[in-house]
């Protein structure tokens, strides 16, 4: 048997810290975030050991250009020689692997041992003075990227904590400004329990002075309106005006949603703002909330999720889930709150945000109970709130589609009905769910051959008078599969109403995506087509109180009329807002030339005088 040796990976430390710069870490910035999530670990262990130890991280800046140095000192639980070595020199080591505290400790940030690396893509070393709260001497150690580091004891005892020391790199004064720093530190540690203070150019400033009382208590958050909206602008750089407190069952998640002050686009990317153990992990989180809640920016803290290894995102695990089922339910109970106890206010947000609203109303039939009457809708009485249409007393019906609303919009009005758009997104699944809960409201779908029903039909007399015109403007619209009657409807302003069956439509979608397909696509949409012709045909009303329409069919000119048929046939079309195929628009254009030729020879007859 020959003989199988074992090796290590070597590890290029400088070829991982360029990895940690390109691909985990979004920017070199995330350094002072990852020096405050060790300081915060440290601060967390050594109030497990000695509970009555007050926290206090402390940031110093000196010197300037190339001579930048800053200075992180914590006064958490420190490191022995032994943590040294397990902690900062083993690349991707766990703080959570082992049996001693600092490795069986579950509330610790840090996962992955991989964040004091980060401090390479600032600086050409690492200097870390620590002493332990467990006793032993104060140690030095000192790394470099090119994977060597040094260790070794000091004869001097410093304080119990940790110091670590960086020299700026070049290229990277901007990570070091004062300014900067500031505006990092708040970013990352605004809601530390503990105070992180800067020291630079003489001054001292503690920068999360401020943590507001509601962030252990979300609900108290009501009676600090001014605050929290307040502390929203400085954190997510926008001026809201309202917002709702969040909380899960256990306690262990909350944050504020924040009302966007603005209406935002369905498909807007929603990203949120989440902090882990008082820590911002990410503010992009996408994750954290419903897909419906697209209307509301949070703020929100956690120490139940578990953080991706670049720490600025979540693991899709149950507990993600559960939380994010959990906060959506607590917005859901806050807008039925609105809808009993400040209904301006929930009609204000519906405003602002009618599509989200109508996006939750959907799966939700509670709440669309109580919000149904905010809800606006497109309506031939105008653009008008749900609540504002039932007042009016009529019978509600609506349309599935925005082609058949268009259609029959015109006529129904005419004839006093009340008709809703159902064609846009939510509209007719919410009014379909609300028929169904609130029967009394008498909602009813209505169908373009429904309103058709209402036109009144010729006389015997009229039939006879009408009967070859007729015939000749249902032959000129033959070739394009509709059937022509004439009728007497309201508005009289309406020359012609097109309709169309469901056969008629699905012909229409393919003869159009016939034009523009290749001609293999084009054979198998004819075929898929074929099947259709024989019920496919559409319907074209013409208005006897239209005075164009009687004057066209009384005089039943046999070149006039089958001209004015298919123009009538193309206008209607357009104003259904129908696609129109090109036998469609050479027909109108035809048309068109027609009446301005017969209209050049009726002025030269005369002379040069118009008729």
Not at 109 to 128: D, K, N, T, W
Not at 350 to 355: D, E, N
Not at 516 to 529: I, Q
Request: aromatic residues 10%; glycine residues 6%.
């Amino acid at each position: 048997m020959s003989e199988q040796n074992e090796y290590r990976f070597q590890v290029n430390l400088s070829g991982m810290i360029n990895i940690l710069s390109n691909h985990l870490y979004s920017s070199p910035k995330v350094y002072l975030r990852e020096l405050l999530q060790n300081a915060t670990d440290a601060i967390t262990a050594r109030n497990k050991l000695e509970p009555a130890s007050r926290g206090q991280v402390t940031v110093d800046i000196a010197g300037s250009g190339s001579n930048l140095t800053m200075t992180v000192d914590d006064n958490g639980i420190g490191l022995t020689e032994e943590d040294i070595h397990r902690f900062l020199a083993m690349i991707g080591h766990s703080s959570k692997v082992g049996e001693d505290f600092l490795a069986s400790e579950t509330s610790f940030i840090g996962r992955f041992g991989i964040g004091l690396l980060s401090c390479f893509m600032v600086s050409e070393e690492i200097v870390v003075l620590t002493q332990s709260a467990q006793g032993g001497p104060s140690m030095e150690w000192r790394g470099k990227p090119d994977g060597t580091y040094t260790i070794r004891k000091l004869e001097t005892r410093l304080s119990t904590g940790t110091r670590i020391y960086l020299r700026c790199k070049p290229g990277c004064e901007s990570y070091f400004e004062p300014e900067t720093v500031k505006e990092l530190l708040f970013y990352y540690g605004a809601l530390l329990p503990y105070p992180v203070i800067l020291r630079a150019s003489g001054l001292q400033e503690t920068v999360n002075a401020s943590r507001p009382i509601w962030i252990e208590e979300p609900e108290l958050a009501r009676g600090s309106r001014q605050e929290v909206l307040a502390f929203g602008q400085r954190l997510l750089g926008e001026r809201f005006h309202d917002f709702i407190p969040l909380r899960t069952a256990n306690g262990r998640t909350g944050g504020i949603a924040y009302i966007l002050p603005r209406s935002v686009n369905l498909n807007a990317r929603r990203t949120h703002r989440v902090y882990l153990k008082q820590m911002l992990v990410s503010d992009q989180a996408e994750n954290i909330l419903p897909e419906w809640a697209f209307f509301v920016k949070c703020l929100v803290w956690t120490d139940e999720l578990q953080p991706t290894a670049s720490r600025e995102h979540f693991y899709e695990d149950e507990r993600l889930q559960e939380v994010r089922s959990e906060l959506g339910q607590a917005i859901r109970e806050e807008l039925l709150r609105m809808g009993e106890y400040e209904p301006d206010r929930l009609q204000h947000m519906i405003g602002l945000h009618v599509l989200s609203m109508k996006a939750l109303a959907a799966e939700d039939t509670e709440l669309l109970s109580v919000i149904y009457r905010w809800l606006p809708f497109e309506s031939t009485y105008g653009e008008r709130a749900l609540g504002e249409l039932l007042d009016e007393g009529k019978k509600l019906y609506y349309t599935l589609s925005v082609d058949e609303y268009r259609q029959i919009a015109h006529v129904a009005a005419a004839q006093s009905q009340l008709v809703l758009n159902g064609g846009y997104i939510y509209n007719a699944e919410l009014l379909e769910h609300l028929a169904y809960l609130k029967p009394e409201l008498q909602l009813e779908r209505l169908v373009p051959e429904d309103v058709s029903l209402a036109f009144t039909d010729l006389t015997l007399e009229e039939k006879n008078r009408y009967y070859e015109a007729i015939r000749m403007a249902d032959a000129a619209l033959q070739s394009f599969k509709c059937q022509i009657q004439l009728k007497r409807f309201k508005p009289a302003e309406l020359p012609a109403l097109y309709t169309l069956s469901k056969e008629s439509s699905a012909l229409r979608s393919i003869e159009k995506a016939k034009e523009s397909s290749p001609d293999l696509l084009a054979s198998v949409l004819g075929n898929l087509g074929v099947s259709l012709n024989e019920a496919a045909y559409s319907t074209l009303y013409f208005n006897l109180d239209n005075p164009m329409i009687e004057r066209v069919f009384s005089a039943a000119h046999p070149q006039m009329l089958p001209a004015a048929a298919e123009v009538l046939y193309t206008n209607a079309l357009m104003m259904g807002h129908y696609p129109m195929t090109r036998q469609e628009l050479s027909a109108m254009n035809r048309g068109i030339i027609r009446f301005i030729d017969w209209g050049l020879e009726a002025t030269a007859e005369n002379g040069g005088t118009s008729v």
